[in-house]
């Protein structure tokens, strides 16, 4: 099996910044794609940003400039830098990642969510 454990969630003001952390492990032969969603209230899961297991990178549009993903390979551990934060941005926040645990053996796993809260 395989874990995620988001950090970095917090309350913060308009403006400000926050850098979210996701660490995955457990049995891991290789990630692949990972991700940040996030969920406000009364909304669907929507996609904050994704990053491959080479480094390509894709925003939603309301993030771009904002947000930056990365991931650290060595450590299997994802990061969301968020700057320039707006109440809209208030959510939880999932990471999500396509691990493989074997030569055919592929998962897609999510963590548990970690609090943003922006306040205006």
């Known amino acids: 099996q395989v874990q995620l454990v988001e950090s970095g969630g917090a309350l913060v003001q308009a403006g400000g910044s926050l850098r979210l952390s996701c660490a995955a492990s457990?049995?891991?032969?290789?990630?692949?794609?990972m991700g940040w969603y996030r969920q406000a209230p009364g909304k669907q899961r929507e996609l904050v940003a994704t990053?491959?297991?080479?480094?390509?990178?894709n925003y939603a549009d309301s993030v771009k400039g904002r947000f930056t993903i990365s991931r650290d390979n060595a450590k299997n551990t994802l990061y969301l830098q968020m700057n320039s934060l707006k109440p809209e941005d208030t959510a939880v926040y999932y990471c999500?990642?396509?691990?493989?645990?074997?030569?055919?053996?592929?998962?897609?796993?999510w963590g548990q969510g970690t609090q943003v809260t922006v306040s205006s």
């Open positions: 990053i491959s297991s080479g480094g390509s990178t």
């Open positions: 999500n990642a396509k691990v493989m645990s074997g030569v055919f053996q592929r998962g897609d796993y």
């Open positions: 457990g049995r891991i032969f290789s990630i692949n794609d």
